[in-house]
């Protein structure tokens, strides 16, 4: 019985490890997934790299060389299990806030998205499934598979992506 205990543990110890989190830096986010499969700078302080793992594929957003934004990915037809049980959710929210309390706020369009917060506003995470062509931009279907994503982000990071919008707007205006 201990052992089986202990097995237990083990295996999920080693799955928990195996996420990416927030604060890591670009050289430990690439010891957990090898080579990114494409890297990106936004600007001078932030960049994108995708990673991709046989469970999910990892969308992380670093700001001045630290992780600040992690998407979770799945997709049918590539990844065994496409949706995250809520079980996943929660490993995923706590791993990257270290057991902070997490608030669920009003779900976003009904079972498509749902949003938590931590209690202390410090962290955002959302939820999104959707099936193949059921999300639509200017009236056109945008998603070519159904997926499901985790975001799980800081504060700091909205903060950052609204300036960079912000800066995109300004020299959109000045071209």
């Known amino acids: 019985m201990k052992m089986f205990i202990v097995a237990i543990g083990a295996c999920i110890f080693s799955t928990i490890v195996s996420y990416a989190r927030l ?7 690439k010891a957990r997934y090898g080579a ?41 037809g590539i990844h065994k299990s496409v949706v ?23 779900d976003l369009f009904g079972i498509l998205m749902d949003k938590w917060r931590t209690s202390s506003g410090s962290h955002y995470a959302t939820r999104t499934c959707a099936d193949k062509g059921t999300l639509f931009r200017d009236g056109k279907p945008i998603n070519d ?28 205006k000045a071209r």
């Open 84 to 106: 995250f049980s809520d079980a996943e959710y929660e490993v995923l929210k706590n791993i990257n806030t270290e057991g902070v309390e997490w608030v669920k706020e009003n």
């Open 145 to 172: 598979t159904t997926f499901c994503e985790v975001t799980i982000m800081t504060a700091i990071a909205i903060e950052h992506n609204e300036l960079d919008r912000k800066q995109e707007r300004l020299n959109t």
């Open 23 to 29: 604060g890591e830096n670009i050289d430990e986010c």
């Open 36 to 76: 990114w499969t494409s890297f990106n700078t936004i600007n001078e302080k932030r960049s994108r790299a995708e990673f991709s793992a046989a469970i999910m594929d990892v969308d992380i957003i670093f700001y001045e060389g630290i992780c600040e934004s992690i998407t979770y990915r799945r997709h049918e």
